[in-house]
């Protein structure tokens, strides 16, 4: 049954195609990301909207490791090298950094000659947290698209942490603590290892949400400034002029409640458009993000060689149509969109 399904797939040159519980490859008979539970998946990386419990078995890159754990608990988890070819059935598959987070990772798929690449979600900007996004050649690339817009353009990373430094300064020169709003698994972790490199020497004061994230990738070996948790401050502790990162779900919380005076900013690709920064109340809005821009897209699309591209998540009318005005044939696949947090 299996060989007769995996002969028209590849003639029909569809190595991966959608169903209920996501992508499957009906060559290997596996899952990228399922949401729901299935006998074997490939996993990207650990946010909970590409990681969830209840898998027969979870293939994912080694880096990845400490987050699944931490995310699902004991789980059959088999891990793979980056760059590491394994089979599963009819399928040879891969895995290939992707930099968005710690352990993350591209999904390549080949199977009779033919090369597919599932990107999961990646940045191109530099990231001292993750290893640095790796171009793989392929007929087929099914690439994120969250920030599908031209008008996503992200500014350097160090000159944006600078900014969120000063922001630190200028609270404290009005009695203020700087409370800002990251997620929790891959930007909290990023803007500590930024601050370290800029030499930042005072501690950062972490929410317990984030601190949890952050153990694991000291565990990992990655190097960050020093932190604090809040939970571990001296009652009726003074906050002024400190930096404290926080879960965007602890905005309006009664946690906030410690803080006698705050700023409230946000880190993030949506801080682009002022408006988003207005609708969540937040005093300032830094613009950082682990995904790619519109350059970074159309940049990644064409290091590819693909002739034929899948979009998936965001605003995918704007690069398909980019694309295929390039001459390259532009498609989309419908998955759900979840909260990384």
């Not at 949401?35 to 990845?64: E, F, N, Q």
């Not at 760059?83 to 710690?102: C, D, I, K, M």
């Not at 502790?237 to 905005?251: K, W």
Request: aromatic letters at 8%; charged letters at 20%.
């Amino acid at each position: 049954m299996v060989s007769s399904i995996v002969g028209t797939r590849v003639a029909n040159g569809d190595l991966i195609v959608l169903r209920p519980e996501g992508m499957y490859c009906p060559a290997g008979d596996f899952y990228i990301d399922p949401s729901r539970p299935v006998g074997c998946a490939v996993i990207t990386h650990g946010h909970g909207d590409h990681a969830r419990a209840g898998m027969g078995c979870y293939h994912l890159a080694t880096a990845g490791l400490p987050i699944l754990e931490w995310r699902l608990g004991v789980q059959h988890y088999i891990c793979h090298a980056y760059g590491e070819h394994f089979r599963l059935g009819a399928a040879t598959v891969s895995l290939h950094p992707a930099g968005h987070v710690l352990g993350s990772a591209q999904v390549r798929i080949e199977v009779d000659g033919q090369v597919w690449v599932a990107s999961g979600d990646y940045k191109r900007q530099p990231d001292p947290t993750c290893t640095p996004f790796e171009p793989v050649r392929c007929d087929t690339f099914i690439t994120e698209c969250t920030f599908g817009l031209p008008i996503y353009r992200w500014p350097e990373t160090a000159g944006v942490v600078a900014e969120i430094a000063a922001w630190r300064d200028e609270c404290a020169a009005h009695g203020e603590a700087a409370i800002l709003y990251c997620y929790a698994l891959g930007k909290a972790q990023r803007v500590l290892a930024e601050l370290l490199s800029l030499g930042e020497a005072a501690p950062v004061w972490l929410h317990g949400a984030v601190e949890a994230g952050v153990q694991v990738y000291r565990r990992a070996g990655v190097a960050m400034i020093e932190t604090q948790r809040v939970a571990d401050a001296a009652r009726g502790a003074e906050f002024a002029g400190r930096l404290v990162i926080a879960p965007p779900s602890a905005a309006g919380s009664s946690w906030l409640r410690r803080f006698r005076r705050a700023q409230q900013g946000f880190a993030s690709g949506w801080m682009q458009l002022r408006g988003n920064r207005r609708r969540g109340s937040y005093d300032r809005g830094f613009v950082l993000s682990d995904h790619a821009d519109w350059p970074g897209l159309l940049q990644t699309v064409q290091q590819s060689g693909a002739r034929h591209v899948i979009a998936t998540h965001g605003s995918t009318d704007a690069l398909v149509r980019t694309l295929n005005e390039k001459g390259l044939t532009a498609t989309t696949f419908a998955l759900p969109r979840g909260e990384e947090d």
